[in-house]
Nanobody, 124 residues
Framework: QVQLVESGGGLVQTGGSLRLSCIAS????????VGWFRQAPGKEREFIAATSWNDLTTFYADSVKGRFTISRDNSRNTVYLQMNSLKPEDAAVYCC?????????????????WGQGTQVTVSS
């Protein structure tokens, strides 16, 4: 069974940093597009960042561009989200997601697997 488990969330002051980790089991990330999303109470899920299966292309939401960095370690089947210069509006539950890539297939933006999320709280 495929499982994505996030960790690294917690309480941080405005301007601080956190590094989130997402460990995958049951699926290899070395041929998967991976991404991070967040959702705050009463708000819709928001795309944060993604990287293509070969890390040749990365995408960031305007709200986090220049502050957050997505990366991966395929040997550990893990994806990371480095978050710097955190703001109160960054507070949310952060989830990772993975999409299996089929060679030659049409581009898509959907994801196949999702984690349950880790809470990030930013204090003033």
């Amino acid at each position: 069974q495929v499982q994505l488990v996030e960790s690294g969330g917690g309480l941080v002051q405005t301007g601080g940093s956190l590094r989130l980790s997402c460990i995958a089991s049951g699926v290899s990330l070395n041929r998967s597009r991976v991404g991070w999303f967040r959702q705050a109470p009463g708000k819709e899920r928001e795309f944060i960042a993604a990287t293509s299966w070969n890390d040749l292309t990365t995408f960031y939401a305007d709200s986090v561009k220049g502050r957050f960095t997505i990366s991966r370690d395929n040997s550990r089947n893990t994806v990371y989200l480095q978050m710097n210069s955190l703001k109160p509006e960054d507070a949310a539950v952060y989830c990772c997601a993975a999409a299996l890539v089929v060679p030659g297939a049409t581009r898509r933006s959907t994801y196949d697997y999702w984690g349950q999320g880790t809470q990030v709280t930013v204090s003033s």
